[in-house]
């Protein structure tokens, strides 16, 4: 129940193409989803992140959609660049015990 | 990055050596967490600290150890009791009342 299963585990875009992760959870408890952005080399970083009483967050060519009823939120890239070449988390925390619970990641390859 | 220093950025060691890794933050940040990167498995957590003098284990916690004696350093020790200690190796701090974690940029441990 603490898991959180993100798809798919690769992905491959062309320039100017939207690129889409989703995740999955279980426990209602969740109330925090970020997503982080991770480079080669690099540690994560935190890119967007929304609560479960919005059905959608923007910023810039970063989207979240959320849907509650379903358990699941998405990240849509859109104009996919080859600079957003990198490895994308889902998470999801719980306020009563403050720890984040991470997917799986997505190495997303953006094709010039 | 951003405040916090893991060292060293690569570390070899052979089979039966112990090997600790340091993580430093000037963040002023109370909870800081270890966790190991491996491809397709995402971030496990392997101990976190919310408090000084005070650690609890996460999700993977055999064949490691840490102390947190201050509040700006977090070392991971990788006992020789880590069957696969061959890793990436994220430190990450969060501040009180804060929903998201801020990451080092990551200590690369190969056994050899």
């Known amino acids: 129940q603490q898991q959180v299963k993100q798809s798919p585990q690769s992905l491959i875009v062309q320039k100017g193409g939207i690129s889409i992760i989703n995740c999955a959870y279980e426990n209602t408890a969740f109330d925090y989803f970020p997503w982080y952005q991770q480079f080669p080399g690099k540690g994560p970083a935190l890119l967007i992140a929304i609560r479960p009483d919005v059905s959608e967050k923007k910023e810039g060519r970063f989207t979240i959609s959320f849907n509650k009823s379903a358990k699941q939120f998405s990240l849509h890239i859109m104009d996919s660049q080859p600079g957003d070449s990198a490895t994308y988390f889902c998470?999801?925390?719980?306020?009563?015990?403050?720890?984040?619970?991470f997917g799986t990641g997505t190495l997303l390859a953006v094709q010039p | 990055d951003g405040g916090i220093t893991q060292s060293p950025k690569y570390l070899f060691r052979k089979e039966g050596q112990n090997v600790t890794l340091s993580c430093e933050q000037n963040l002023n940040h109370d909870a800081m967490y270890w966790y190991r990167q491996d491809p397709g498995q995402g971030l496990r957590l392997i101990y976190y600290?919310?408090?000084?003098?005070?650690?609890q284990k996460g999700d993977i916690a055999e064949g490691y150890s840490v102390s947190r004696e201050k509040k700006e350093s977090f070392p991971l020790t990788v006992t020789s009791a880590q069957k696969n200690p061959t890793a990436f190796y994220l430190c990450a701090t969060q501040g009180s009342g804060a929903n998201v974690l801020t990451f080092g940029a990551g200590s690369r441990l190969t056994v050899l």
């Open positions: 998470a999801a925390l719980s306020g009563a015990t403050n720890k984040l619970i």
């Open positions: 600290s919310q408090i000084v003098n005070d650690f």
